[in-house]
């Protein structure tokens, strides 16, 4: 059984469609990207998926069990399987790396402060922040700060990371030493990632499934590993998206 599965999700504003009909599954311990062009609603998808907005119409289920449809209450706990990591890091700055990761769990855990201290301790070593507990976020880089929001993200040990473009801002080699760090984590964790994401490099390199999503048609372009995708698929989207150099602008997107 598939850890995701959205089936005919159709998402709007109103009387606008963003996209509909979307279909898919994540397969549990799979790497997943959404992708596509500036605006073409990769966010908007993640955001449905964990339900910060509703869908207009159709489905989300986790292990079999509709989301969509759940109560409150199993909703929430549904939830406690997922972690965020935001575009921005969302940190808050007015709090040490230790005390941002702390946060979630004295929330929803019943750990003494002593024990949250250790966890919050281990989950920043976990992405390579040993030594850091103390440091606010505007005294760290933009790749620190990234991995010190995956870390709050993992706070509780959820199975599920959701990432929101973990590399946009980063130069290419934090990019990829925030990759290689995904990685490590699937590997040692058994974690499933679904990840926004328009880095070719990461795409690429991490990424063993995905869909894309086209602005010309309203749903999913293709669908599969985006190796496969970037060689044989028909949607000249698809190839253009994931053939551009990285002058070129997504496609779907802006110049």
């Given at each position: 059984?598939?850890?995701?599965t959205?089936r ?21 311990g ?22 910060l ?6 489905d ?36 040490t ?15 003494s ?38 870390a ?19 130069d ?17 964790l ?6 926004v ?59």
């Open positions: 059984m598939a850890r995701i959205v005919d999700v159709t998402m709007a504003f109103g009387d606008f469609v963003v996209m509909r009909d979307l279909g898919f599954d994540v397969r549990r799979s790497i997943f990207f959404i992708m596509g062009g500036s605006g073409c609603g990769k966010s908007t998808l993640v955001r449905t998926m964990i339900g907005k509703e869908p207009a119409r159709g989300v289920r986790y292990d079999g069990v509709s989301f969509t449809a759940a109560s409150p209450e199993e909703r929430e706990r549904i939830r406690h399987s997922f972690g965020v990591l935001y575009q921005t890091g969302a940190l808050w700055s007015s709090m790396l230790a005390e941002n990761v702390a946060l979630p769990l004295g929330e929803f855990t019943d750990l402060p002593g024990e949250i201290e250790e966890v919050a301790a281990l989950k920043l070593a976990l992405v390579g922040l040993k030594g850091f507990e103390d440091y606010f976020p505007s005294e760290i880089s933009g790749g620190m700060q990234k991995r010190a929001g995956l709050r993200a993992m706070a509780l040990d959820p199975d599920i990371l959701f990432l929101d473009e973990p590399s946009a801002g980063l290419p080699v934090t990019s990829q030493l925030l990759d290689e760090l995904i990685l490590a984590l699937r590997d040692s058994g974690a499933t990632f679904v990840i994401s328009h880095e070719l490099a990461s795409i690429m390199g991490i990424g063993d499934d995905s869909i894309f999503l086209d602005t010309d048609i309203r749903t999913i372009g293709a669908r599969g590993n985006p190796r496969t995708l970037r060689d044989h698929a028909d949607n000249e989207n698809v190839r253009r998206f994931l053939t551009r150099t990285a002058a070129m602008p997504a496609a779907g997107g802006t110049p």
